[in-house]
């Protein structure tokens, strides 16, 4: 038998959730409850594979919980066939503390929760803390403070239980075709001042380009005026030395 501070209370199914005893074969020797994803290592003893991994992990001696002979993880395989056998087995919904009456099997628990009507869900409206029952969503949506939902009429209002009686669809989109006509003509004004920003930028420019093109037509006209003004005097110094 498995040394009881090992036990690992969460690795099987809880026996008292089954409708009838579980056989005795089907219990983990580890965890004590009902087998989960069962396991058989090579001295033919069977664990929850959950239980003698985290068993195998825990231990510095890697020997099995029941006869202490040594187990290899690798050789440890997962009995699928008695995993669907257990999966058979009849549960009581673990609601029943809470009134649910139906008994199903283990492998349909899961989907079983997703729809019971005494499951214990958190409401879902942001900034509600309330747990109730699914079968009383209903009834508590129709009070809850932090109820919203979009306009049933597709105006795109998000609503609240103070804003819905007052709500018109018309007005509602009246005053929002004129804020974003307010916009629209907000972005035309700030666009019209940007050109003509870009306008006057552009002028200067202009203005700064022709004066730039003047200087340098004064400064090619000075340039003729000094080259014809040193081929003269070049001119006249060599008629000069040749009269000499």
Known sequence: ?????????SGGHDVELFVETPDYDLICTICHGVLRCPVRAA??????KKCILQWLKRCRQQTCPCCRKPVNQSLIFVMFKLSKVIGRLKIKCKNKIRGCPHTLAL???YCH????????IPCPYQ??????LR???DAHARHCEHWSQPCHMGCGTVLSHRTQAKHNCYRQLRHE??????????????LRRKMR????????????IGLICESLEVMDELEEVEEEDLGQTSGSFSSSNSSS
């Open 177 to 190: 075709y004129e804020a974003r006509q307010r916009n629209h003509r907000a972005i035309a004004a700030a």
């Open 1 to 9: 038998m498995a040394d009881p501070d090992m036990s690992l209370q």
């Open 107 to 109: 492998s349909e628990q």
């Open 135 to 137: 079968r009383d969503l």
């Open 113 to 120: 929760s997703m729809s019971c009507l005494f499951q214990l």
């Open 127 to 132: 900034g509600c803390r309330a747990q109730l």
């Open 43 to 48: 001295c033919h003893h069977i664990f929850c």
């Open 197 to 208: 920003r870009m306008q006057s930028t552009m002028a200067d420019m202009k203005r700064q």
